[in-house]
């Protein structure tokens, strides 16, 4: 890890001045001429917090053991000996922070995975103690599965528990996962980038599911990556023990290096904090007065080198992305649409459900407990789970699509999905512009009827507000998934020209003198902007005078 940071920090440096010049040209440019039409929802993006009984395998050799378990509003789950050591302020048995694990809820499919993960040559599943998964049937299980850390297995009392379970924990998953992809911090846009650029100097072009987690996880999930088969190599011949004991073994073995490693990335990270507080604020002192002079350098640069890629760059998309780049669009613009429709259907029976409680009661107790459950809406798993599902549907067909350009990142594309209903905007915002417009239009010297009739105006502002708003945010979403699926792509099938090419333009971007241009930095932006057009035309060659095949408000 301490190499990885000597090569990582000097790039996130650079990275940092070319996320502050983004954000400043940004601020500086013009803007989308349809504005947010939603009112911003105040509350943070946050996991509802769950907790009761739950049975969890733990202990040498692993049993059932009778917990407490706590998942907080910030996606950590705890677990206590009994109710009363939570309810008393005592210290968990454990916690653990939920990123990249994934969720199974089949005794037979876990106990597959465990032989896969950690295979005896022989097949011979006998040891001196017998397996707990699989001396008796685990009626109602929650497998916690991670591709570096020990797995944690729970069972549940009742079907209706573990339901609960499963979506209070696939929520606190994603809310761990996505941090940095939600953030529009300049450092979490350049932190992301310079990982892209690490794995792409090691031959790793496409993103893929490792963006997940915080900063430090990242890296974490970096290295393990290049780990993985030098640890398995020299320590799995090693393993004591016979059948799913070597699997427990391993499992621990993977543990322990997973909390060494990710404890020194992050110390590495909170000793650069300070540096990188201060670099943020001389870059901002250096760029901002400059930045006309540091553009049409940029521009210049950009012709010239448009130019002389222009030919390789436009054989390449007609070669390896024209073809796929409508199936592609599609694919990701009706996993969107599907689960908008499904987020509009649940908002629009929220608001009639007020509407019809305030007919029949206008100032009763059950109209303020409907008022608070419909505020609460979008970080009630239960509800959101239809609009969830949507994002959900046919992973397995977005994979096939997407992994012949080394996109990877099936994962965190369904992630943002859901944050784009949930989270970031949509569904927390409609609901926050309905009670704010409501309270304003709803006064004690109206009646019964005349509120109804007020309810139902502010309904229809704020499905319209709605419209705007879900149009805007599909295209910034479809377009931004598209460049992380083929700019890769694409930048690998260059890079043999791109080697030679690019130390023709140095000497003009080093005699500007700012950290916030590269040349390297303004090849990949010349490469974006030809791929956003064609991105933006459908797939179609730009002389092809048919009309874009995407439908919909994205173009």
Known sequence: MDALLRNFL??????????????ITHELGPQEPVQCQLLRSKKLPRVREHRGPLNQLQGHPPRWHPIFCVLRGDGRLEWFSHKEEYENGGHPLGSMT?????????????????DALCPNPSGDHTQEDP???????????????????????????????????????????????TVLQRSQAPAARAFLDTVRLYRQQRGHFGDDDMILGSDAEVLTAVLMRELMPALRAQTLPGL????????????????????????RASAGLRAFQPEKDELLAALEKSIRPDVDQILQLQTRVARRLRDEVQGPLESCLRRKVDAQLPRVTRKLLSTVEAALAAMQTLLVQGMDRLSRYLRRSPSGARLRKEVYSFGEMPWDPELMQTCYLEAEQNPGCLEQLMMPFGFLGVQSLVFGVQDLVQQVRLMADSVATFLQLADQCLTPALDCHQAVQQL???????????????CAAQRRFIRGRLLCIFLPFVLNQL???CKVELPEFEGDVLAVGSPALTIEGIYE?????????RINQGGSHPHDSRKPVTPGCVY
Not at 104 to 109: A, F, G, I, P
Not at 141 to 165: D, I, Y
Not at 456 to 470: A, T
Request: charged letters at 20%; hydrophobic letters at 45%; a positive charge.
């Open 495 to 497: 890079e043999p020209r």
């Open 456 to 470: 139902e105006k502010v309904r229809g502002r704020v499905l319209k507000k709605f419209q705007s708003d879900s």
């Open 10 to 23: 000097p790039r996130y440096r650079g990275q940092l001045a070319v996320a502050l010049l983004r954000q």
């Open 98 to 114: 939920l990123t990249g694990y994934t969720i199974l809820t089949s005794q037979c499919e876990y106990v597959s995975l465990l």
């Open 131 to 177: 397996d707990p998964l699989l001396e008796m049937p685990i009626n109602f299980p929650l497998f916690l599965k991670h591709p570096f850390r020990r797995h944690l297995c729970f069972s549940a009392a009742t079907g209706e528990a573990q339901h609960a379970w499963r979506l209070a924990l696939q929520g606190g998953i994603r809310l761990r996962g």
């Open 525 to 533: 932006d010349v490469v974006r902007e030809v791929l956003l057009q």
């Open 240 to 263: 004591q023990g016979a059948g799913r004991a070597r699997v427990w073994a391993w499992m621990e073995l993977l543990d322990a290096v997973h909390a060494a490693v990710l404890a």
